[in-house]
Nanobody, 128 residues
Framework: EVQLVESGGGLVQAGGSLRLSCAAS????????IGWFRQAPGKEREGVSC????????YYADSVKGRFTISSDNAKNTVYLQMNSLKPEDTAVYYC?????????????????????WGQGTQVTVSS
């Protein structure tokens, strides 16, 4: 059974940092892409970042480039999202999702791929 468990959310002031973790189990980690998505109240879900450790590829939404960094620890089957210079508009529930890399790679835009497994989400709130 695929399981994704997010942690690391919280309340932070604008300009601060948080590191989110996504602990994965139940699948061959190297075969999958792990994506981070977020959804703010009243807004559509947005793809934030994605990583494939197999091919060493990372992707970022324009809104977070230069501020967020995605990384993976294959020994721990965990993906991290380091978020720096946080802004109030980064406030959202953040979800990690997993899908076989070949499926994600076959999609024109990674954030439009049909990620099949999702975590429960972790709240990030950035105060101004």
């Amino acid at each position: 059974e695929v399981q994704l468990v997010e942690s690391g959310g919280g309340l932070v002031q604008a300009g601060g940092s948080l590191r989110l973790s996504c602990a994965a189990s139940g699948f061959t980690f190297d075969d999958y892409a792990i994506g981070w998505f977020r959804q703010a109240p009243g807004k559509e879900r947005e793809g934030v970042s994605c990583i494939s450790s197999r091919v060493g590829s990372t992707y970022y939404a324009d809104s977070v480039k230069g501020r967020f960094t995605i990384s993976s620890d294959n020994a721990k089957n965990t993906v991290y999202l380091q978020m720096n210079s946080l802004k109030p508009e980064d406030t959202a529930v953040y979800y990690c999702a997993a899908e076989v890399w070949t499926v994600v790679a076959g999609t024109k835009n990674w954030d439009r791929a049909d990620f099949g497994s999702w975590g429960q989400g972790t709240q990030v709130t950035v105060s101004s």
